[in-house]
């Protein structure tokens, strides 16, 4: 369309296209343009209802309060915190916690030199210590922010776990 009005970009062709062909153009982009403000409108109206208040905050701040979530999302749908976690959210500390004795059976199962273990083993054991002062800190919010979870997953002390673990596979992993 722009093709018919002068512009720096583009020079004025009107005869690009002919007369029926250039009155389609603009019905279809009447159309776009009212579909777009119906959505729009449809959007806002959904938005602003009562019932939907905390899901709009929720995109206007980036957090969404766990009893809410808890009561209006399912969980083998989503993932995450649903019904059936609430309340157990000890269980990746635990998981956490536990790295240091599965990778030490690792090591003993694996194919590597097992005499830089016990030094490895003392490192992974206080890196782990680390990333679960980390994740009860977040774990003991009552709101879980989208920033939030973006900083625990940036979070050295995470990544640094991840980073034994991936250097204990390729160490000690099998052959391949």
């Avoid at 603009?26 to 729009?40: K, R």
């Avoid at 009562?50 to 989503?78: K, Q, V």
């Avoid at 879980?144 to 940036?154: H, K, R, T």
């Amino acid at each position: 369309m722009l093709s018919r009005i002068r512009t720096p970009l583009l020079s004025r062709n009107p005869y690009l296209l002919g007369d029926m062909a250039w009155g389609v153009l603009y019905v279809l982009h009447g159309l776009a343009g009212a579909a777009l403000i119906a959505l729009a409108l449809i959007h806002i109206y959904f938005a602003l209802r009562p019932e939907n208040r905390p899901i709009t905050m929720s995109m206007l701040t980036g957090a969404m309060d766990r009893e809410y979530y808890a009561r209006h999302h399912d969980p083998r749908l989503w993932g995450g915190l649903g019904p059936r976690r609430v309340g157990t959210e000890s269980a990746p500390p635990e998981a956490i916690a536990a790295l240091p004795e599965v990778c030490a059976a690792a090591i003993a199962d694996g194919d590597g030199k097992p005499e830089a273990a016990p030094a490895f083993l003392a490192v992974l054991k206080q890196d782990t210590a680390n990333a679960l002062a980390v994740v009860r800190l977040v774990l003991a919010q009552p709101r879980l922010s989208s920033q939030l979870i973006d900083n625990l997953n940036a979070n050295i002390h995470l990544r640094t776990v991840l980073t034994d673990v991936f250097l204990l596979d390729e160490a000690f992993g099998e052959a391949q």
